[in-house]
């Protein structure tokens, strides 16, 4: 891990939370493996911070159930199972569902009623996001992809305007990439193994369509969970140990 490279003097409360950034990004990259274990003492000297803008760090990663406290030794990088990914996948898709029955509920026989005129703005810039996420797909760039689909997929989230909803949707993309990427790292082609649908969503809600929006959504989701359960059987089918069982419960 490198330094934060935080310029000029901080609060603590901004170091916190860019110390919980730059973690998550670690363990987004790969670069913390599930499973690996670190004090406070350690972090705080790679970052060249005191140890309270760091244990307050971790314990955020904790929260989000990113990191897990072990008792007498530090933290550990949490290792999804793929029984934890189904699950992260449902409550996902359960929740999408709500927000797009409500726009089916909006959206009236003469027409479509999501989105108005400030919705499309936003959507215009949710757009150049999903170009960017298609791009990085398309090339097999993933740090890329991962860092434009959590902007794409918040933003687009935060249009139903329910700030709640929008985090714990936030919050399950993060940990659903951060099981996803122990699998896709050990891959030497990454084009044919990302979604890519992102502008097409885009345009069905440009148009109202809620229930082209909402089989996008489904795709993405059953695109997302084949993946991990194939690449989690041929892992384990040649013999090699499965990081995502057994510490992800």
């Not at 409360?13 to 670690?26: G, H, N, P, V, Y």
């Not at 314990?59 to 530090?74: F, I, K, T, Y």
């Not at 933290?75 to 996948?89: K, N, P, Q, W």
Request: charged share 25%.
């Amino acid at each position: 891990m490198g330094t934060t490279g935080v310029p000029g003097p901080v609060t603590r409360s901004t170091l916190r939370q860019q110390i919980a950034e730059a973690l998550r990004d670690e363990v987004l990259a790969g670069r913390l493996h599930p499973g690996q274990e670190f004090t406070v003492k350690e972090i705080a000297e790679q970052y060249g911070v005191s140890a309270t803008p760091v244990r307050e760090a971790l314990v955020d990663l904790s929260a989000q159930e990113l990191l897990e406290a072990v008792q007498h030794r530090g933290f550990r990088v949490r290792a999804f199972s793929v029984e934890d990914f189904r699950y992260i996948v449902q409550a996902r898709a359960l929740i999408s569902d709500g927000m797009f029955l409500r726009l089916a509920a909006r959206s009236g026989s003469d027409g479509p009623g999501f989105p108005d005129t400030a919705e499309t703005a936003s959507l215009v810039a949710v757009r150049r996001r999903g170009e960017e996420c298609q791009r990085a797909a398309h090339s097999g760039e993933l740090s890329v992809l991962i860092g434009y689909d959590l902007r794409y997929w918040r933003e687009l989230s935060g249009l139903f305007g329910n700030p709640y909803l929008t985090d714990f949707l936030h919050r399950l993309r993060v940990q659903a990439w951060v099981c996803t990427v122990q699998h896709l790292r050990r891959l030497a082609d990454l084009r044919a193994h990302m979604w890519a649908g992102h502008t097409a969503l885009v345009d069905a809600l440009v148009r109202g369509d809620a229930a082209e929006s909402q089989r996008l959504v489904a795709e993405s989701n059953t695109f997302s969970l084949d993946l991990v359960e194939r690449l989690t059987a041929s892992y384990s089918a040649d013999g090699s140990r499965n990081p995502g069982r057994g510490q992800g419960g």
